[in-house]
């Protein structure tokens, strides 16, 4: 029979003060499972839910309010590991018939197909035709 050992006393626990509390918190110096690391895990989930309900409190992740195109556009494989680009006309925001800056139309292009082709592409060379519907469209090579 094994003999039975007393246990030790436990010495009695000091209160914290206010600013040796919020700087455990702030240090996360709680067990996992411990009541003060239940109240860090329920303040932080509170934060993230509620803080979006405040009026006011804009975190700017909001959808876009600007509509995709109108129109389909075409995207096809170019050989030299690009991409060209069909847009229809009336989807990029430009008059093809107007004499506009080399980086104008540039911009006016990448901004018409970035719903397609994401915001890191380069516009190389663009042209303009008439399809058989009469349509003018926009030829645009991209690449990443």
């Known amino acids: 029979m ?14 914290r003060t206010l600013r040796q509390l919020l700087l ?8 996992r499972g411990s009541f003060h690391y239940d109240i860090m895990v329920t303040l932080i989930l ?21 509509a995709g ?28 018939r107007t004499a506009a800056s080399e980086n104008a139309v540039k911009k006016a292009l990448r901004k ?4 397609v082709t994401g915001d890191a592409v380069f516009v190389t060379k663009w042209e303009t035709f008439t399809d058989i519907q009469g349509n003018v469209a926009w030829k ?5």
């Open 46 to 66: 509170l934060f993230i839910f509620l803080t979006p309900q405040i009026p006011g409190w804009s975190y700017g992740d909001q959808p876009s309010s600007i």
């Open 24 to 31: 455990s918190y702030f240090y996360w110096t709680y067990p």
């Open 112 to 115: 018409a197909i970035e719903p």
């Open 140 to 144: 645009v090579w991209a690449h990443r």
């Open 2 to 15: 094994e003999p039975i050992l007393a246990a030790k006393p436990v010495p009695p626990q000091t209160r």
């Open 69 to 96: 195109p109108a129109h389909p556009i075409q995207v096809v494989a170019d050989d030299d590991h690009g991409l060209i680009v069909t847009v229809a006309a009336s989807d990029v925001n430009l008059d093809p």
